[in-house]
């Protein structure tokens, strides 16, 4: 048993009035094809050649095998540096693990309180930046460096690019620890390298075991489209964004690990998809909005939204075939509550999510179903790969760059000349001027 992508509901089919037939999906076929083709051929990215590698996971081993002083371990980074890390060990972390306290913040109220709690002797701080210059991991970076004192030169290791930034000139001149994250792979695309192998192999996750689930699913994102579950996802979302109306996409498994994944898949298709212009120029200001939810938490708040809001959602329900652990409720007389009697927790999710599935599509409101057999770490690189090779093909077919982030630098250089950045202090007068001119309306 493997992965598989459940679409009937999310055509007219099934579901009446959600406007996506088969024959659309047909006909988008060879546009699909090239751009898989297209993106195979290309040289220039990394991600799909990491889950065969191992090269660096053996490194990680070698490094794990030498922190048995290790107690707790604060991961420093933010965005595609933090997310992927999140993700693992949300969904797949045994429960003994030690403890990783990811800080993707800079809000100084949680470091603080950490802090307080940690002991630098048995604490491993990781510093995650590809660029080396995100102000927010530079300045948690700072503080952390500070409080380590004479442990930074054991107890500090960077991830970083192998080459260029600030953190990697550090890192060589403090003779850091260091594992990299490889010069083409972007940072929303790196959970399979040290990002995330290094944070799941601290924890004891089997990272091999989610390479080989990346590396399957990779094979099966070479294929056509109707044997390829991340061309289908992708061809899908183009379609009902495009043709009917869609542009939020909802994310929502129905399982508690896996909450954490819905918000790393928000990162991927936001800031990959959401772009001002074309690849040849031209201003479309293109991108669905991605929406996190889980199920059944979700019943009771955006559920109620989905089913009678704007018909502008496709939700993604992403379930397990089997739980990993389950709890059965024990036979009760408690009037009205008998017919709970010997049903399992995992049973209930279940139940509820068939029935948002099936009471959507009867409102003629589409979905897809992500069924994984059970959740363990092969189908947690299955599903990283997939919604990567989804996110890239995506890319294509919206015809815009999904590897860049021009928007995300803009407002970080107005904040670097906020802060007095070498280079960057006339931006900071231009944006205090700004600030100080024109009217103002405050209540
Ligand atoms: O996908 C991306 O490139 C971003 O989300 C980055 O991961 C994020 O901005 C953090 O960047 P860096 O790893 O350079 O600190």
Redesign the pocket.
């Known amino acids: 048993m493997t992965l598989q992508l459940d679409y009937s509901l999310a055509l007219t089919e099934r579901t009446p009035g959600c406007g996506l037939d088969l024959p659309s999906l047909r006909e988008l076929a060879p546009r699909v094809d090239e751009a898989v083709t297209a993106l195979s051929e290309r040289d220039d990215l990394g991600f799909f050649r990491l889950p065969t590698e191992r090269d660096v996971l053996a490194e990680i081993n070698a490094f794990v095998d030498e922190q048995a002083h290790i107690k707790e371990i604060l991961v420093l ?5 933090s997310l992927g890390g999140q993700t693992i060990l949300n969904a797949v972390a045994p429960q003994d693990a030690r403890p990783v306290h990811f800080l993707d913040n800079s809000d100084p109220t949680r470091l603080a309180r950490i802090l307080k709690t940690l002991d630098p002797a048995t604490t491993l701080a990781i510093v ?7 102000i927010e ?1 530079a300045a948690q970076f700072l503080i952390v460096h500070e409080w380590l004192g004479a442990r930074a030169s054991t107890n500090l290791v960077a991830v970083t690019d192998p080459d260029n930034g600030i953190l990697r000139a550090f890192a060589k001149s403090a003779q850091l620890r260091t594992f990299p994250i490889p010069s083409d792979v ?3 695309f790196s959970v399979l390298t040290a990002v995330g192998l290094l944070p799941a192999r601290l924890a004891g996750v089997d990272a091999e075991a989610m390479l080989r689930g990346a590396t399957e699913m990779a094979e099966r994102c070479r294929r056509p489209l109707f044997e390829n579950p991340a061309a289908l996802f992708a061809a899908i979302h183009y379609l009902h964004d495009r043709d009917h109306g869609r542009r939020i996409h909802v994310l929502m498994p129905y399982s508690d690990p896996l909450r954490a994944l819905a918000n790393w898949f928000v ?1 991927l298709w936001a ?1 990959s998809l959401g772009k001002r212009t074309s690849r040849t120029g031209e201003v479309i200001e293109s991108g669905p909005t991605p929406l996190p939810a889980v199920g059944a938490t979700d019943q009771h708040a955006q559920v109620q939204l989905f089913m009678e809001g704007p018909r502008d959602k496709l939700v993604t329900f992403v379930a397990t075939e089997a739980p990993a652990h389950d709890l059965v409720i024990p036979k009760t007389t408690v009037p009205g509550y008998e017919y709970l009697s010997g049903h399992s927790l995992f049973e209930i999710l279940d139940a509820e999510q068939r029935g948002t599935a099936v009471a959507l599509s009867r409102d003629g409101r589409p979905s897809l179903l992500l069924k994984l057999p059970t959740l363990g770490a092969f189908e947690l690189g299955e599903l990283f790969f997939l919604f990567e090779a989804a996110t890239a093909i995506s890319g294509e077919l919206y015809d815009i760059d999904a590897f860049n ?1 021009p928007g ?1 630098e803009a407002g970080k250089n107005l904040a670097y000349g906020l802060l007095g950045r070498d280079g960057y202090q006339h931006v900071g007068d231009d944006v205090r001027q700004e600030e100080a001119s024109g009217s103002r309306h405050i209540c």
């Open positions: 980074g933010i965005g595609g540096s995650m930046s590809k660029s080396g210059g995100t991991t972007g940072g929303r990162q800031e982030q995300v």
